[in-house]
T-cell receptor
Framework: QQQVKQSPQSLIVQKGGISIINCAYE??????FPWYQQFPGKGPALLIA?????SEKKEGRFTISFNKSAKQFSLHIMDSQPGDSATYFC?????????????FGKGTKLSVKP | KAGVTQTPRYLIKTRGQQVTLSCSPI?????VSWYQQTPGQGLQFLFE???????NKGNFPGRFSGRQFSNSRSEMNVSTLELGDSALYLC?????????????FGPGTRLTVT
């Protein structure tokens, strides 16, 4: 019930291409869905987040698509750049229940080839 | 504004020893959460503190404990270290649990148990 499943485990994209990472969740009490980006030797950094009352949120080249009925959400990175090469984690939490802890997916290692 | 700071950054301990890790949240942030990151299990929630009280706890043995001080700084302690405790320990801070959705992570403390 608490799990967040993320796919793919790894992804190789050419520079300028679109990177797509998918996540699925079971717990319908989740009401906050962030994506984090992590570079080697660094802590995860918040990239973009969405609440279930909207189906899409865009910030620059990064877009979250959210499908409440399917309990799925995805991250799209447009015009992918070598500097985007990192590990991406989706997460979910139940902020409405004052549960601040994040449940993370296993991560996707993205490599953008020049 | 300074980010989340964690000390020490690297630590090597021997099985059976205990260790204390420290986290200073972003100024004004009163909620601190701790996560363990390993290649096999990914990012797993340890516990969350707010106003010096533990609000939430993940599924970890009692050897893992923490506390928060009146200035919101937090420490976590692991007693009787096991090889499997080798991990990156991440601290995240936010304004308050549930009322805000942005958690900011520190760089982590890399613990190696030999």
């Amino acid at each position: 019930q608490q799990q967040v499943k993320q796919s793919p485990q790894s992804l190789i994209v050419q520079k300028g291409g679109i990177s797509i990472i998918n996540c699925a969740y079971e717990n319908t009490a989740f009401d906050y869905f962030p994506w984090y980006q992590q570079f080697p030797g660094k802590g995860p950094a918040l990239l973009i987040a969405i609440r279930p009352d909207v189906s899409e949120k865009k910030e620059g080249r990064f877009t979250i698509s959210f499908n409440k009925s399917a309990k799925q959400f995805s991250l799209h990175i447009m015009d992918s750049q070598p500097g985007d090469s990192a590990t991406y984690f989706c997460a979910a939490s139940n902020l409405g229940g004052s549960q601040g802890n994040l449940i993370f997916g296993k991560g996707t290692k993205l490599s953008v080839k020049p | 504004k300074a980010g989340v700071t964690q000390t020490p950054r690297y630590l090597i301990k021997t099985r059976g020893q205990q260790v204390t890790l420290s986290c200073s949240p972003i100024s004004g942030h009163r909620s601190v959460s701790w996560y363990q990151q390993t290649p096999g299990q990914g990012l797993q929630f340890l516990f969350e503190y707010f106003s010096e009280t533990q609000r939430n706890k993940g599924n970890f043995p009692g050897r893992f404990s923490g506390r928060q001080f009146s200035n919101s700084r937090s420490e976590m302690n692991v007693s009787t270290l096991e090889l499997g405790d080798s991990a990156l320990y991440l601290c995240a801070s936010s304004l308050a649990p549930g009322s805000t959705d942005e958690q900011y992570f520190g760089p982590g403390t890399r613990l190696t148990v030999t």
